[in-house]
């Protein structure tokens, strides 16, 4: 026997249809303001948890490039501060040449050492840049100088300052200060001082022994900078690297969660389409009657 198919029954059938079609609609529409097929877990668990995985590595990826960026920033401070001290040296090389050929007089002498004392004064400037608050030459410590200026002693604690660039590479991205200026009375401050000193008293002999001294720190300024440019040669390894895995990872979490817009777009106008002839449909078909009106 056929059940009796009462008003009710076809309101309760209408109404669930028409909510089936809005929330189909309103899945299309979400997609659309989200550029992503997949809004929460439970729309497909598989793709979610590739999502999350790939979402974890594109993090990672973009951390790499903060680092290298990071690195960068400490290699071009040191390099700049250490292409100007030796420009420093070398002027002061070639100035104290000119004091030892004993052609100067006091007066002459005295020119050439006040133009030291500025020598020493700009690279103890230079051996105490920062990098965002930090000496570079002072190893791991946050110290903001790392050489006193009155007793040249370092804070440099021989510290490597270490970024991970790329998955596997860990670098070290600072020079130490201690072995390009040394450390207190071996610094190469207290040595300019000294020069001063015996350009001053036209002491040939220091004047000497200080034209041997400026040239190893000349030296190991230099060896520092080549340091410092194979070290950018490798972040710009690094660089590339992370460029083409990051553009990787993100195609890949593209094909798990993205959306082809134009089929989404052309979907959502369609069931948009289809849920507006439904509310009109039932609303033709169930019309309200006196009974309505009497329960």
Do not use: C
Not at 265 to 278: G, I, K, S
Request: charged residues 20%; aromatic residues 4%; proline residues 1%.
């Amino acid at each position: 026997m056929l059940g009796r198919v009462t008003q009710r029954s076809i309101a309760t059938s209408s109404l669930t249809n028409l909510q089936n079609a809005q929330a189909r609609t309103a899945k299309l529409q979400e997609q659309l303001s989200s550029g992503k097929t997949l809004s929460k877990g439970s729309d497909d668990s598989v793709r979610a948890a590739a999502a999350l995985r790939l979402n974890d590595q594109v993090a990672v990826s973009a951390e790499h490039e903060r680092n290298v960026t990071d690195a960068r920033g400490w290699t071009s401070v040191q390099e700049g501060a250490l292409d100007a001290v030796v420009d420093a040296l070398q002027s002061a090389h070639a100035r104290l040449v000119q004091a030892g050929n004993g052609a100067l007089d006091a007066k002459g002498r005295a020119a050439i050492a006040a133009e030291l004392a500025e020598v020493k004064n700009t690279v103890l400037g230079k051996a105490n840049t920062q990098h965002q608050g930090r000496a570079v030459f002072a190893g791991t410590t946050d110290s903001a100088v790392a050489f006193d200026p009155a007793s040249y002693a370092t804070t440099d604690d021989g510290g490597a300052v270490r970024r991970t660039v790329s998955p596997g590479v860990d670098m070290t991205v600072n020079v130490n200060g201690s072995t390009v200026f040394g450390d207190g009375a071996t610094s190469l401050f207290k040595e300019l001082d000294d020069l001063v000193a015996a350009v001053t008293g036209n002491d040939t002999a220091a004047m000497a022994q200080g034209l041997t001294t400026l040239q190893g720190r000349i030296t190991k300024a230099t060896n520092a900078m080549a340091t410092i440019g194979a070290r950018d040669n490798q972040l710009t390894l690094a660089e590339d690297a992370n460029r083409a895995h990051g553009a990787f990872l993100t195609q890949q979490l593209d094909d798990v969660e993205g959306l082809d817009m134009a089929k989404a777009f052309v979907d959502f106008n369609l069931q948009n389409v289809a849920y507006q002839a439904a509310l009109a449909s039932t609303a033709k078909v169930i019309q309200p009657t006196l009974m309505d009106f009497l329960r």
